[in-house]
């Protein structure tokens, strides 16, 4: 077959395709109902898969890739401060493409303290900041302390000075309370050879001064007589000797009738110490008669 015949029987064919086709389409009016949809990313069409509800053939449509249906995932950030904005930086995971959002500036200062005027007991303090980042400042005032707990101090009198008990704020030393204490007069004592003189207030030891103790005993006292005991004085170690009074303790014989009591008189006893013989007497009352036979009880 020459080329020509080739040609007309193509021509033939295509007519015959083209009339087939067209009787097809006649014959149905399609409803197409969509039940598939893969929709366009940034990289890929998409495509609506289609079928006819009434003969069932099958179509798609497709559509271009959808540049701005990107999936991006944060890669990197800065925060904004209260010197400089911030941004996010993104990047697609499909197509790499990136963006980039900014953050602005917002009132969250970095605060150093840079000098502080210390408050008192009684007077406010205050503290000073400033922002590391833009150099604002600002100052917080510190409170009043208050006193402290109160400490305690005590000097003790001598023969010299009087003594003090004081309360004081131990942090700033205001007295809240002071009360003297008179002096002692109790000396030290001490030798120079010849007298003895107090080393704090300089007093010599006079004669009538002595301080005299108990050292020993060298008579006991009784109810007849005064005891004897020896002193020694703590300042010079002078010795003397002191009376003891007599006791009240007497040592009294059983009691002796002196005279019987009667019917008609009473009648006396006594006893005496037999140490300083001193006689205590005591009454006897009346015999009183109990009956005619003459019988008498006291």
Not at 6 to 21: D, E, G, M, N, T
Not at 155 to 168: A, D, N
Not at 215 to 230: D, M, N, Q, V, Y
Request: hydrophobic share 25%; with cysteine.
């Amino acid at each position: 077959m020459n080329k020509t015949m080739i040609k007309a029987c193509c021509v033939i064919l295509l007519i015959a395709v083209c009339l087939l086709a067209s009787c097809s389409f006649a014959a149905c009016k399609h409803q197409w109902v969509t039940y598939k949809v893969v929709k366009a990313t940034c990289t890929d069409v998409g495509i609506d898969y289609m079928r006819c509800s009434k003969c069932g053939e099958e179509d798609t449509e497709i559509h271009l890739p959808d540049l701005s249906n990107h999936n991006y995932k944060e890669t990197s950030r800065v925060n904004a401060n209260c010197s400089k904005e911030g941004y996010i930086n993104y990047k697609c995971t499909r197509c790499n493409g990136t963006k980039r959002t900014t953050l602005k500036k917002n009132s969250v200062h970095d605060y150093k303290s840079y000098k502080i005027d210390k408050a008192t007991c009684t007077e406010k303090g205050k503290e000073y900041f400033k922002c590391t980042r833009c150099g604002k400042e600002k100052t917080t005032t510190l409170k009043a302390l208050g006193h402290d707990k109160y400490g305690y101090n005590e000097l003790e009198p001598t023969c010299l000075v009087p003594g003090r008990k004081m309360t004081f704020c131990s942090r700033c030393g205001y007295i809240h309370s002071c009360t003297t204490i008179p002096k002692t007069s109790n000396h030290t004592w001490v030798s120079d050879g010849f007298n003895y003189k107090c080393k704090v207030c300089k007093k010599v030891h006079q004669d009538n001064e002595h301080n005299y103790v108990y050292s020993s005993t060298i008579r006991k006292p009784t109810c007849a007589l005064w005891g004897l005991e020896e002193r020694r004085c703590t300042i010079c170690k002078k010795t003397a000797q002191f009376m003891i009074d007599k006791t009240t303790n007497h040592s009294f014989t059983a009691w002796s009738v002196q005279t019987k009591a009667t019917v008609r008189s009473e009648g006396k006893k006594a006893r005496y110490c037999k140490i300083c013989g001193l006689t205590e007497w005591q009454t006897i009352p009346k015999l009183t008669k109990i009956n005619s036979s003459e019988t008498y009880i006291n």
